[in-house]
């Protein structure tokens, strides 16, 4: 049995990515993402067991680390605004600094291996599903389905990063807290 090897290991997840964000999930194939790596294809194999394994655990990798920057400085002892502010502002800053897990997302959760991802096991998406609840309960939030108060209040954060990063607008810290008020807006009460 071959030990594991947190360099290579995060090579090949680094590799993973940007062979993605360059070419797609069809484009890429065991073989590229090795080569780019500097590792051998069976390398890749001691620590997923197919291109389907290594691609869904980067989304949850990302999914992960993202919900746990993401939730930094909030608790329950704040109001349901303040914490919808502090997850979005949140949100908006780590995907800023992670441009290429936004590109990775877009295309994964496109994919047919995002049939298989159960979102609500996500740490931010149970608090997300969590404040809106009690927000609807305590008459701050419009009393409608989670998914379209989720769409309105923080599906946006994606489509203001993809415009950044393609300088049609340029999100400055002034630009955030202004779409932040919006999407608020969009669904408080």
């Known amino acids: 049995m071959r030990t594991r090897d947190q360099k290579k290991y995060n090579a090949v997840v680094k590799s993973s990515i940007e062979l993605t964000n360059k070419l797609g999930f069809s484009g890429i194939s065991i073989s590229k993402i090795a080569k780019k790596a500097n590792v051998s294809p069976a390398t890749i194999y001691i620590y997923f067991e197919n291109k389907e394994d290594l691609l869904s655990t980067i989304y949850y990798d990302i999914r992960y680390e993202a919900g746990k920057a993401v939730l930094t400085n909030t608790d329950a002892n ?11 502002t949140n949100s908006f800053s780590f995907y800023l600094n992670h441009p290429e897990y936004v590109q990775y997302r877009e295309q ?3 994919t047919r291996m995002m049939e298989e991802v159960k979102t609500e096991e996500f740490e931010l998406n149970k608090y997300i599903i969590e404040i809106l609840t009690k927000g609807i309960k305590d008459r701050i939030i419009q009393d409608l389905p989670i998914p379209l108060l989720i769409s309105f209040g923080f599906i946006p954060i994606i ?9 049609v607008l340029t999100m400055d810290e002034k630009e955030i807290i202004n779409a932040c008020n919006i999407a608020w807006k969009s669904i408080a009460i």
């Not at 109001?79 to 997850?87: G, L, N």
């Open 108 to 110: 994964f959760e496109q």
């Open 159 to 167: 489509t203001l990063l993809r415009l950044h990063f393609s300088n």
């Open 78 to 88: 704040m109001s349901i605004q303040k914490r919808f502010y502090a997850i979005w």
